[in-house]
């Protein structure tokens, strides 16, 4: 069975950091675009970055240059590492790959 888990959410202070794992199971995903997208409380689901097999990433706008992101093919796993964070950052992040979705990791910035 395929699957996605999410782990490395919590609480942290604004401009604290935070790193996100995403582990795969199936050789499938190292082959694959990953996604990391996040969910705020009452609003839509928003795409955080990419990363493609070779390893071009793209970002949206309100986590550039304080999000990373980078991945593991051997090892199937994908990272977000969030540097800075603000209270606006809190969310659920989801890793996603093609049609499979992990089960979420929350964040929350918080004073």
């Known amino acids: 069975q395929v699957q996605l888990v999410e782990s490395g959410g919590g609480l942290v202070q604004p401009g604290g950091s935070l790193r996100l794992s995403c582990a795969a199971s199936g050789s499938i995903f190292s082959r694959l675009t990953r996604n990391w997208y996040r969910q705020a409380p009452g609003k839509q689901p928003e795409l955080v970055e990419s990363?493609?097999?070779?390893?071009?990433?793209n970002y949206a706008d309100s986590v550039k240059g304080r999000f990373t992101v980078y991945r593991d093919n051997a090892k199937n796993l994908v990272y977000l590492q969030m540097n800075s964070l603000k209270p606006e950052d809190t969310a659920v992040y989801y890793c996603?790959?093609?049609?499979?979705w992990g089960q979420g990791t929350r964040v929350t910035v918080s004073s």
């Open positions: 990363i493609t097999r070779s390893g071009s990433t």
């Open positions: 996603h790959a093609f049609s499979t």
